[in-house]
């Protein structure tokens, strides 16, 4: 995917989500957490579904931040499980599909064995061109930019890079996701207005939305709410209405 984002709204190219609520799915059904979190993997196949149908070509999900190792260890312990099951279920699925799926985050702190499943899937969707699906788990948008930060000292110490040609464009390209256009439309569910270290450096211009519905009741309708929502917004990118009225513009860290 190398299509710039403009100001013509249709279809978001790319949208990234927090899947919120999960625990108070459960909850209000006086049911354990985890019970949330399986039907909130359920919610996640319908996303997939309505993306593939409406064209969508990058749809990036907040499986799990940096900071969800601080929950309970049986939280913890059990959401890996149904990531693990998630793995070998819907691969195979999502490659028949044609979607090329990724992980973004600090693999190495997950098991071997979820990070062997993890660089399977990348390697079997590696070719295909359809949706592209960037999980992130273990993933923090600060730990990301200090990252990009790291790779751009190392080429500075390596003589390969000058601190005076340190720029956006620059970041960009260490930033995860840097081959994607950046995500058009944010989606939380779950009531919280707050973006939550999600991608701080890649949401610099896109549309948010927020519902109070809890991910695991998310369905179609309420999707095309969002895309309803987006299609009406004048994204502006800095510049007058007049401007983007005459010529469309786009991200200025677009790929
Ligand atoms: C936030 O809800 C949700 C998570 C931390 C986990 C997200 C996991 C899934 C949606 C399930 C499976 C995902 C994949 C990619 C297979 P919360 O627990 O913070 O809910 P609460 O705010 O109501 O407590």
New binding site residues.
């Given amino acids: 995917m190398s299509a710039p984002s403009t100001t013509l709204q249709g279809t978001p190219r790319h949208v990234a989500i927090i899947?919120?609520?999960?625990?108070?799915?459960a909850a209000r059904r006086r049911r354990p957490?985890m019970i949330?979190?399986r039907a909130?993997?359920r919610?996640?196949n319908l996303c997939i579904d309505f993306c593939l149908e409406r064209g969508v070509g990058a749809l990036t999900?907040f499986?799990?931040s940096s900071e969800?190792w601080g929950r309970p260890a049986d939280e913890v312990g059990a959401?890996m499980k149904?990531?693990l099951n998630?793995l070998d279920r819907e691969v195979d699925e999502l490659h028949r599909r044609g979607v090329r799926v990724r992980f973004i985050g600090e693999r190495g702190r997950f098991d071997a064995g979820i990070v062997a499943r993890m660089d399977a899937a990348e390697r079997l969707t590696a070719d295909n061109a359809g949706l592209a699906l960037s999980?992130a788990a273990s993933y923090g948008g600060r730990q990301d930019i200090a990252a990009a930060a790291r790779a751009l000292a190392v080429e500075v110490a390596e003589g390969r890079m000058r601190p005076q040609d340190i720029d956006e464009t620059a970041m960009a390209r260490h930033m995860a996701l840097a081959d994607l256009p950046p995500p058009d439309l944010f989606i939380r569910t779950?009531g919280d207005l707050r973006i939550s270290n999600f991608l701080l450096w890649q949401l610099a211009y896109t549309e948010l939305w927020f519902t109070d519905l809890?991910?695991p009741d998310l369905d179609a309708a309420t999707l095309q709410r969002a895309f309803d929502d987006f299609a009406a917004r004048e994204r502006r990118f800095g510049l007058t209405g007049g401007q983007v009225a005459s010529e469309p513009t786009t991200d200025t860290n677009a790929p």
Avoid: E, K, P, S
Wanted: hydrophobic share 60%.
């Fill in positions: 899947m919120d609520g999960n625990g108070r799915w957490r949330g979190h909130g993997a919610a996640v999900l499986a799990f969800n959401l149904l990531f998630a999980i779950g809890l991910w």
